[in-house]
């Protein structure tokens, strides 16, 4: 895999997300091996707890911006359930992820994180989606498993806005469980997993599937949001969006 390695220890699963020329960005080639990476943990019998990670100053700094300004409707309802399945795996796994955010966290950045049972994140870490700065919104997840986790207000407030916080903030609403020393990172999250994987396989699977089970409303939610997420880039605003950011300007929204 180019993008993504892989490196197991005793139990554990060390996945780094490794485009750092482009803080992370998933573009589908990265998706594609991040995907690739997350089969081989969950059909690996001897992973019980997987990290997810990135290189250089950025977890996952979003999607491919420039790859998003190519696309029309078809192509985002495409990109939509692509994320939307490579993130599921993670979700529905019978191993625990862990997020071990040790910098920009920002749309599919974030939605990979929430995508993960635990997130740990760096002091310095940050986090946003601010997808509705370029005319579309999340569609990789994030109005259906933010909601759940933090309830409606807090998730239409960070996706209506596209607002950053910091680490301490996420922490404080309740999106991320720890935040620790930036040096310390993925100290502690390996420690975290090795505590995780020294419990029995067997209960922490099934505990964590009902878990998901209590809060999962079906299909339809996601499938709800590919649809609007496809509408959103073929917009107009989409358009216009992608071009503000590339000129370094504001945007000019028509709600078109």
């Known amino acids: 895999m180019r993008f993504v390695e892989v490196e197991k220890r005793e139990g554990i699963a060390i996945v780094r997300i490794n485009r750092p020329d482009k803080l992370n960005a998933?573009?589908?080639e990265v998706l594609e091996d991040l995907e690739k990476a997350v089969d081989m943990i969950n059909e690996d019998e001897e992973v019980r707890v997987a990290i997810i990670t990135g290189t250089g100053k950025a977890f996952v700094a979003g999607a491919d911006i420039k790859y998003i300004g190519t696309l029309d409707e078809e192509g985002g309802y495409r990109m939509a359930k692509f994320g939307q399945r490579v993130f599921s795996k993670i979700?529905?796994?019978?191993?625990?992820?862990?997020?071990?955010v040790n910098g920009y966290a920002l749309g599919g950045g974030s939605e990979l994180a929430l995508a993960c049972d635990i997130i740990v994140a760096s002091e310095n870490a940050v986090f946003g989606q601010p997808e509705v700065d370029l005319?579309?919104?999340?569609?990789?997840?994030?109005?259906?498993?933010m909601t759940r986790k933090l309830g409606q207000g807090w998730a239409k407030y960070l996706i209506l806005?596209?607002?950053?916080?910091?680490?301490?903030?996420?922490?404080?609403?309740?999106?991320v469980q720890k935040v620790v020393n930036h040096d310390n990172l993925m100290d502690e999250a390996i420690n975290l997993a090795q505590t995780l994987a020294s419990k029995g396989p067997l209960a922490v699977s099934?505990?964590?599937?009902?878990?998901?089970?209590?809060?999962q409303l079906g299909d339809f939610g996601f499938e709800y949001e590919a649809k609007l997420f496809a509408r959103t880039v073929g917009s107009e605003d989409k358009d216009e969006g992608v071009r503000a950011f590339f000129e370094k300007r504001k945007p000019n929204f028509k709600g078109k």
């Open 26 to 28: 998933l573009a589908p």
């Open 91 to 100: 979700e529905d796994s019978p191993k625990v992820f862990i997020a071990a």
């Open 135 to 145: 005319g579309i919104m999340p569609g990789w997840g994030a109005t259906q498993r």
């Open 161 to 175: 806005t596209g607002e950053r916080i910091s680490a301490h903030k996420a922490y404080e609403i309740g999106l």
């Open 206 to 215: 099934l505990s964590k599937e009902a878990i998901n089970r209590a809060f």
